[in-house]
Every structure is written in structure tokens, then in C-alpha cells.
């Protein structure tokens, strides 16, 4: 493979440091990556991927970009970013809590108001909203939206949930390599894990450094793993490989995406308090809250021991969507 084209947006490589007083209280030596701070269009691990999604659809003379995702989508706000500074529109599908049948969106999730939708306003985006649906339903929209604006005239570039086509694992593979170059050994990374490609990329280049990864998710759905080796497929596939990875190698913890996705939780919450009082850090109610609520409770069931690396993957905006 050619290297694949690449927009600068974001300040890399991201800090990586150690949590001292969290390590002291969990008596584990506790690290952090963080890619709350790629800097571009208030940080997320969503930067990195669209680095090489927007040079792609610059070469393909896009006008128009769509995608889809909950209405406080992080990855939303941040295509809404790089579409603006490059001249494309950024037409996207919406609804507040998307579900995978037999769950249902249970409990309170995040408003349509607020947080990353006054980025998105701010930007121009255009949210194209609805009730909640299932997944499928709002990827069907999306594809209804993009076949629209391309019955118009518009070159449209498509870019599937959360960023996580070939492309955007591509993104995370990189971001793998960047943090093994710059901390020491780690015995596990946890990650927040939904869409795949950010847990895809890293699971390719930790593998091949022998470093455990658990991706902990946002969704609460069993057969996440088989999501992430789809995106893994289509990394390989960008190298001319055939699946390197099967459902089974990925590690996916599903226990703390509950009550639902889009849904904040009181161990989620709980984690996000701890991190930011310990190392006045923030994490976010959806991704990252729940993935170190997850981190905190393997630590206790003596499930992960040694060298931790916690990625934060961002989302912060979405705290301020909290009525
Ligand atoms: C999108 C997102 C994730 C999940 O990354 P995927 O590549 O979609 O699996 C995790 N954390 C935050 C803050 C996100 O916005």
C-alpha cells in the first residue's frame, strides 16, 4: 500500500503521562493517552481518523460529506469542523439515542440541545434529526440522505458511523504506533470502544507489540466484536491482506455500556468524578466514563495488574450537554 493521504488537524502525538495518585489508590502503575487532547475542534479520538477521511474526500472533489450518529455525536462536531475548513457541506442523519434490538434506549440519554449540538450549530451542520431508531434505521437515512444530495448534483463523500471505514482504523493503527514509541511497556491498554475502528487500529498494532488491549464499550450489544472485525477486515484490505482477526480475538467488555448507549451511569459517573478530583482530568458520560469505570473494576477483581494504559478517547463537550 501507498500511504494513504493525510490533512493535518490535529497536534500529534498527543501527551502521554503517568496518574500518579491514582496509581498510589489502586496499586497499579497507571498511565493515560491523551487523545482528549488532538487539539482539533475540542480534541477526541474522531481527529485522527479524519485526517485521512477528509484528504479522501478531497481527492474525490466532495461537496457534500454525510454521515450519521446520535444527535451529541463527538465524531459529528468534529466532521462538522473539518468539512467547514475545507469547503465541503456536512449533511448528517440523526437521533438522540440509536439502539440495537432486543435493547431499548432505557433511562435518561443526553438532550438534543446543548453540548456538541451548539458546536455543530456553531459550524453549520446539518442535523438531520428524528426519534430514536434502531442502528440500521439510521444508517438506511444516511444512505437516503447522501442518494438525495447526489440526485442534486453534489458530490457526495460517505463516511460510514463514527468514522470507522478502513480509513479510519488506518488512523488508530498509527496512533498505536505513535504511543509505543513513546511510553515504556505496558502490560494492557483500555480503550473505550463502539464504532470499532479506534479499537481495530490499536488491536493491529498492539497485537504485533504483544500488548493486551481491552476496548470496553458504549453499546451494550454482544456482538460488538463482530463490528470491530469488519473494520479490522478493511484495514487489512487496505494492505491487500486477507482478515488477519476473527469476532473472538478482539477483547470487548459489554457489562458497563448499561443502562443503554447514550445513557450515562452511575459507575460511569462515579469514574468521571474520581478522575477528575485525583487528576483534575475530565472524562465524558458515554465513552470514556464508562471505559474507566470498566478499568476500576477489572483493577478490583484483580482482572488487570501491572503496567495500565487508560486511552482517553475524548468526548468532553458532551459533559456540558447535561441539563
Ligand atoms: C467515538 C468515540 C469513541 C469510540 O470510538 P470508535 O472508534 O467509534 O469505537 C470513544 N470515545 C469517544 C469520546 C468517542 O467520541
Redesign the pocket.
Known amino acids: 500500500m501507498t500511504e494513504p493521504r493525510r490533512i493535518p488537524l490535529t497536534l500529534l502525538p498527543t501527551p502521554m503521562h503517568r496518574l500518579d495518585r491514582l496509581s498510589d489508590d489502586l496499586g497499579v502503575d497507571l498511565w493515560i493517552k491523551r487523545d482528549d487532547l488532538t487539539g482539533f475542534a475540542m480534541g477526541?479520538?474522531?481527529g485522527r481518523k479524519l485526517e485521512y477521511l477528509m484528504a479522501e474526500a478531497q481527492t474525490q472533489r466532495a461537496t457534500t460529506v454525510v454521515s450519521c450518529g446520535s444527535t451529541q455525536s463527538?465524531?459529528i462536531r468534529q466532521l462538522g469542523a473539518a468539512c467547514a475548513m475545507l469547503g465541503m457541506r456536512c449533511a448528517a442523519a440523526v437521533c438522540d439515542l440509536p439502539f440495537e434490538p432486543p435493547f431499548e434506549p432505557a433511562g435518561e440519554g443526553l438532550p438534543s440541545q446543548g453540548g456538541n449540538v451548539l458546536l455543530d450549530e456553531m459550524l453549520g451542520v446539518e442535523l438531520h434529526w428524528s426519534p430514536n431508531q434502531t442502528w440500521t434505521e439510521l444508517y438506511a437515512r444516511a444512505d437516503a440522505l447522501a442518494d438525495e444530495r447526489q440526485q442534486r448534483g453534489e458530490t457526495v463523500y460517505r463516511i460510514p458511523i463514527?468514522g470507522?471505514s478502513g480509513l479510519?482504523a488506518y488512523a488508530f493503527y498509527q496512533a498505536g504506533q505513535e504511543a509505543l514509541a513513546q511510553g515504556p511497556e505496558f502490560d494492557a491498554v483500555v480503550t473505550?470502544?463502539?464504532?470499532?475502528?479506534?479499537?481495530a487500529g490499536l488491536h493491529r498494532a498492539f497485537s504485533e507489540a504483544g500488548v493486551r488491549l481491552i476496548g470496553i464499550a458504549?453499546d451494550p450489544e454482544p456482538d460488538l466484536g463482530e463490528d470491530i472485525a469488519a473494520v479490522s477486515a478493511k484495514l487489512d484490505a487496505l494492505w491487500g491482506q486477507s482478515p488477519k482477526f476473527n469476532a473472538h480475538d478482539f477483547e470487548v467488555d459489554v457489562t458497563f455500556a448499561q443502562p443503554a448507549y447514550g445513557v450515562p451511569s452511575a459507575t460511569g459517573n462515579a469514574a468521571i468524578e474520581l478522575m477528575a478530583r485525583a487528576e483534575g482530568i475530565f472524562l465524558?458520560p458515554?465513552?470514556?466514563g464508562k471505559a474507566f469505570a470498566g478499568l476500576l473494576a477489572m483493577v478490583q477483581r484483580g482482572e488487570l495488574e501491572g503496567r495500565i494504559l487508560f486511552w482517553h478517547?475524548?468526548?468532553t463537550p458532551s459533559l456540558f450537554a447535561h441539563p
Open positions: 477526541g479520538n474522531k463527538n465524531f463514527g470507522s479510519g473505550a470502544t463502539s464504532s470499532g475502528s479506534t479499537q458504549a465524558d458515554i465513552y470514556s478517547t475524548g468526548g
